[in-house]
């Protein structure tokens, strides 16, 4: 059985397959047949042993708070000889990505990546940034 063209006249269109060959000529009328849909049964919301998403708001509040103070003050992550601190800075944005995944309530699936952006990972790299800041001071 030859389908019939494509009802909307482009090619990459689905084309429409009669019910039966005699109804080939009446095709506007024909009905038309459905492939079947492997519907799965949708989950009603996270397994017994995840906790529900939350946002938690320490953690987003300490993104914002990095994001809006190196925005207005991008000296803060200088040197004593005026050149970018990169390491600090990489604690710093380090900590901002994951005061934003953890704040929000984003819980990545991978072990790794779930503990490089959690609320804990949030506080180390505010530490260390810290930390770094300080030992260049002295």
Same mark, same amino acid.
């Given at each position: 059985m030859k389908p019939l063209g494509s009802p909307l006249g482009s090619p990459l269109a689905p084309t429409l397959t009669p019910a039966r060959p005699a109804d080939a000529k009446r095709a506007v009328a024909a009905p038309i047949r459905v492939a079947a849909v492997d519907k799965a049964p949708l989950a009603a919301g996270p397994a017994a042993t995840e906790e529900a998403p939350r946002i938690r708001m320490l953690p987003l509040l300490l993104a914002i708070t990095v994001m809006l103070g190196i925005t207005a003050w991008p000296g803060a992550l200088a040197g004593p000889?005026?050149?970018?601190?990169?390491?600090? @800075?990489? @604690?710093?944005?380090?900590?901002?990505?994951?005061?934003?995944? @953890?704040?929000?309530?984003?819980?990545?699936?991978?072990? !790794?990546?779930? !503990? !490089?952006?959690?609320?804990?990972?949030?506080?180390?790299?505010?530490? !260390?940034?810290?930390?770094?800041?300080?030992?260049?001071?002295?």
């Open positions: 000889a005026g050149a970018a601190d990169h390491p600090a @800075a990489m @604690a710093l944005f380090w900590a901002m990505s994951a005061g934003f995944v @953890a704040g929000v309530g984003f819980r990545p699936e991978n072990l !790794l990546i779930r !503990l !490089l952006f959690s609320p804990l990972a949030c506080w180390l790299g505010v530490i !260390l940034a810290g930390l770094r800041m300080a030992s260049l001071i002295t």
